[in-house]
């Protein structure tokens, strides 16, 4: 009996460093391998990029952040509508996608051709699509939040 409860608190406990493995390695959570800059450079641009969309301040948008508030909820304690809210993170989205490719064309990655036809397949994707359109392949990115 206690060699059962031995063998299955180790099997527990096995499978609950495992699962803290896997999700350190996808990226979940709080970032270990990021370099405090890189910590400091993403957070500004998601308060930064959240303060335009809501067009508030950054101050105020990291009041929210420290209340616990997700943009969702300060949309609503600003009095925006969801469909609002759609038609900013689509316009978000597209500056974002803009602003990509042409550091990728300024390196020389991807042709300004090329560039033109990623954005042009992005303006006519609807919200909730994630990254490949209406495939619906592909896990998205929250833009910033």
Known sequence: MKKSLLIGALLVGGLALTGVGIVQAMGFGWQADLDPAEVVERQEAKFQGQAEMFGISEDQVKDYWAQGLHPKEIAEELGISEEEMQTKIQQRRQQMM???????????VITQEQADQKVEKMADWEPGEGCQGKAGRGMGRKLGF
């Open 98 to 108: 803009e602003g990509k490719m042409q550091i990728l064309v300024e390196n020389g």
